[in-house]
T-cell receptor
Framework: GQQLNQSPQSMFIQEGEDVSMNCTSSSIFNTWLWYKQDPGEGPVLLIALYKAGELTSNGRLTAQFGITRKDSFLNISASIPSDVGIYFCAGQYGGGFKTIFGAGTRLFVKA | EAQVTQNPRYLITVTGKKLTVTCSQNMNHEYMSWYRQDPGLGLRQIYYSMNVEVTDKGDVPEGYKVSRKEKRNFPLILESPSPNQTSLYFC??????????FGSGTRLTVV
C-alpha cells in the first residue's frame, strides 16, 4: 500500500533557528497536507498543497509540493517555543480523498 | 464555535463488549473520517465518508464499522473490541475532502 517516509523523527533546536522536514514516497499524491499536533489535542491543518511545484506560505511556515508529486517539505523560519509539537505530513490519493499520514516529526525548541 | 465533537474522551472496556464512539460536526461538512493514532505509526485512516450513506474503507478498517445516516454524525462502532484496538481515535470533517478539522480524540483501552 501507500507509505510516507517522514524525516527527521525528531529535532532539537534553539529558538530563532530555521527548521526543515520532509516527506517522501514511491507513490504519487494529488494533495499534500501539513498538520501540527499539540499534546492532548487533534492535529491542526497548517498548509494544503494542490499542484506539483506549488510553494505556499503561512506566516513563518513554507511548504512545497514536489515536482514529481512524490514528496513535500515544510520549513519553519525563526522558530519560537510555541512551535514545539509533532508535525505530520499527509498525502491524499484517489477520487475519494484517501489519506496517508507520515509518522511525524517531533520538534523541541530550547529558549 | 465550529468544531468536531467526539464522545467519550476516555473509555476503558473489556474484550468483546460492543461499543460506539460518537462524532458530530456543526460545520455542514460533506466529508468525515475516522483515524487511529499509535506511537511511531502516525495516524491511520479507518473509514471515511463522502456524504450521507456513502462510506469507504481506509487503510485499517478491520474490526470497525461506521454509518452516516445524517450529515453531521459519523459514529465508529467496534462490534467485538480486542486489545489490539487500544489506541487514540480521532474523528475529522472536511468541506471538500482535503484539509480536515479534527476532534480532540478518544483514548480507548481494551482489556
Amino acid at each position: 500500500g501507500q507509505q510516507l517516509n517522514q524525516s527527521p523523527q525528531s529535532m532539537f533546536i534553539q529558538e530563532g533557528e530555521d527548521v526543515s522536514m520532509n516527506c517522501t514516497s514511491s507513490s504519487i499524491f494529488n494533495t499534500w497536507l501539513w498538520y501540527k499536533q499539540d499534546p492532548g489535542e487533534g492535529p491542526v491543518l497548517l498548509i494544503a498543497l494542490y499542484k506539483a511545484g506549488e510553494l505556499t506560505s503561512n506566516g513563518r511556515l513554507t511548504a512545497q509540493f514536489g515536482i514529481t508529486r512524490k514528496d513535500s517539505f515544510l520549513n519553519i523560519s525563526a522558530s519560537i517555543p510555541s512551535d514545539v509539537g509533532i508535525y505530520f505530513c499527509a498525502g491524499q490519493y484517489g477520487g475519494g480523498f484517501k489519506t496517508i499520514f507520515g509518522a511525524g516529526t517531533r520538534l523541541f525548541v530550547k529558549a | 464555535e465550529a468544531q468536531v465533537t467526539q464522545n467519550p474522551r476516555y473509555l476503558i472496556t473489556v474484550t468483546g463488549k460492543k461499543l460506539t464512539v460518537t462524532c458530530s460536526q456543526n460545520m455542514n461538512h460533506e466529508y468525515m473520517s475516522w483515524y487511529r493514532q499509535d506511537p511511531g505509526l502516525g495516524l491511520r485512516q479507518i473509514y471515511y465518508s463522502m456524504n450521507v450513506e456513502v462510506t469507504d474503507k481506509g487503510d485499517v478498517p478491520e474490526g470497525y464499522k461506521v454509518s452516516r445516516k445524517e450529515k453531521r454524525n459519523f459514529p465508529l462502532i467496534l462490534e467485538s473490541p480486542s486489545p489490539n484496538q487500544t489506541s487514540l481515535y480521532f474523528c475529522a470533517s472536511s468541506p471538500g475532502g482535503d484539509g480536515y478539522t479534527f476532534g480532540s480524540g478518544t483514548r480507548l483501552t481494551v482489556v
